[in-house]
Each structure stands twice: as C-alpha cells, then as structure tokens.
C-alpha cells in the first residue's frame, strides 16, 4: 500500500489527468441532463385511440334488453407537457392504388366536434356513425390499411393503426 501511494506522490500530473477526465465526464452528464430538462415544456404528444359506440334499447312488447353497433369514436389524449391544437380528428386509409398516401375520411352529416386546443391530460373525442363508416370504407380495395389520424396546427400528423378496411367493415356490420 506505501508503494501505491509513494507512486501516486512522485507522478501527480497522471492522477490529475485522471481527475480532470472525470470532472469533465460529470460536466457532460449534467449539461445534457439540464438541456433535456429544459426542453421538456415543450414536448408534445398525441396518444390515439377508438372505441366501438353501442347503444341499448328495449323492444318494447317483450321487454327484451338488445344491443347494437351504432357507430366509431375516436379519441386523442394530450400526453404531452403543452397544449396541441387539433385541425383534423378522424380516420383515414393508405390504398396502394392510390399512391400509398394517407386519405381522410370526412364526416358526412354530423358537426366536427374533435378538432381544437387540447391541454395536457385532456381529451378529445371525434364520432362517427355505423352507416357513414360503411360507405367511406367500402369505396378503397379491401387491403387497404385504415388509421386512426390528427393533425395539428403545425402540420405534425399522428397515426395509429387499427386493421384492415374489410375487416372493420365487417365488425360494423354484425
């Protein structure tokens, strides 16, 4: 152990070179975790999701409790640190017969009621009817790959996707 540290005494420019090294590793660490600490306010970010509307009713001569689809909510959660304001709320479909690129279906009867400013941990919620779905997603070739869609006033887009056009036809349908 006295070899140690009389080595240690004779060559102090080694351990400085040591220490200097780590400093600066440290000093790297903390800028990069003040930077990301910084910019955290700023990040934002959308979580999409669906969920199938069902409504109940009674037959009214047997009292029978019956359910049926009626249509296709879609849902974006602001998951971020700020406020996103939302200029399209919906779903769309890429076709390969139509140059791949995303195509969105549009309401045909209802008021849009998704689109606007979304805070953080607040939610948004777009709905769209059983028929409407039908019709929109009837007119693509059946491969065709559906999405759940936003877009944001600075034109960043969030997609999700959710299956096939003749698949959820179909679960609409029964």
């Keep these: 152990m006295n070899y140690i540290i009389e080595w240690c005494n ?14 600066l590793l440290v000093s790297t660490i903390a800028i990069v975790v003040s930077v990301e600490t910084a910019r955290l306010p700023y990040n934002k970010k959308v979580l999409l999701s669906f969920s199938t509307d069902i409504g109940f009713f009674t037959n009214p001569t047997t009292g029978q409790l019956n359910s049926e689809i ?16 939302i200029t399209y709320l919906g779903i769309s479909f890429k076709d390969k017969f139509l140059l791949c ?51 944001d006033s600075e034109g960043q887009a969030y997609s999700k996707k959710i299956g096939r056009a003749s698949d959820i036809v179909k679960s609409l349908s029964n």
Aim: hydrophobic share 40%; proline share 2%.
């Design 10 to 23: 004779t060559n102090t420019g080694f351990l400085t070179a040591i220490l200097s090294i780590f400093s």
């Design 70 to 85: 009626v249509g296709m909510s879609v849902n974006a959660t602001n998951v971020g640190f700020r406020c996103v304001n």
């Design 101 to 151: 690129k995303q195509n969105k279906i549009l309401k045909i009867r209802d008021e849009r009621t998704g689109i606007g400013l979304i805070a953080p941990s607040e939610i948004k919620t777009e709905s769209f009817k059983k028929d409407d779905l039908i019709f929109a997603l009837s007119k693509p070739n059946s491969s065709a790959k559906v999405f759940l869609y936003a877009i």
